[in-house]
């Protein structure tokens, strides 16, 4: 008489969970990795790029001090539905489309920085 071997059905179950474990982490890793990933830093324009580069820029260092001391207007020439939704504090309202007809509300003395974003 030959005997036979008993086959045990044993349970896949802890297979299923190395296996499953395995690709969690993995896929845990790949996340973690491209989260840690900054954005590039954003490069200066070149100055061919800049659009009239005759024009002087204000840092917003020179902006904010001469705002304080009141020798500067802070212009927003966007629409008034933007510049109503938000704006910088202490800033007049023209926009483009009335510049030319509205430039007398403005002191002519006063240097006018000019914003719309």
């Given amino acids: 008489m030959t005997k036979r071997k008993k086959h045990t059905n044993k349970s896949q179950s ?3 969970l190395l296996v499953g474990g395995g690709i969690a982490l993995i896929v845990a890793a790949f996340l973690l990795i491209n989260q840690n990933r ?3 830093a954003a490069q200066a324009p070149i100055a061919e790029e800049i659009p009239y580069p005759e024009i002087a820029r204000a ?3 020179e902006a904010k001090t001469a705002l304080d001391s009141g020798s500067a207007i802070l ?4 629409s008034a539905e933007a510049f109503a939704s938000q ?3 202490g800033a007049v309202n023209i926009p483009t489309a009335e510049i030319e007809t509205r430039l007398s ?3 002519p003395n006063a240097w006018i920085i000019p914003y719309c974003t």
Avoid: C, T, W
């Fill in 14 to 16: 802890p297979l299923f």
């Fill in 38 to 40: 900054q954005a590039p």
């Fill in 59 to 61: 840092s917003l260092e």
């Fill in 75 to 78: 212009l927003d020439v966007r």
């Fill in 87 to 89: 704006h910088i504090a």
């Fill in 105 to 107: 509300d403005l002191d």
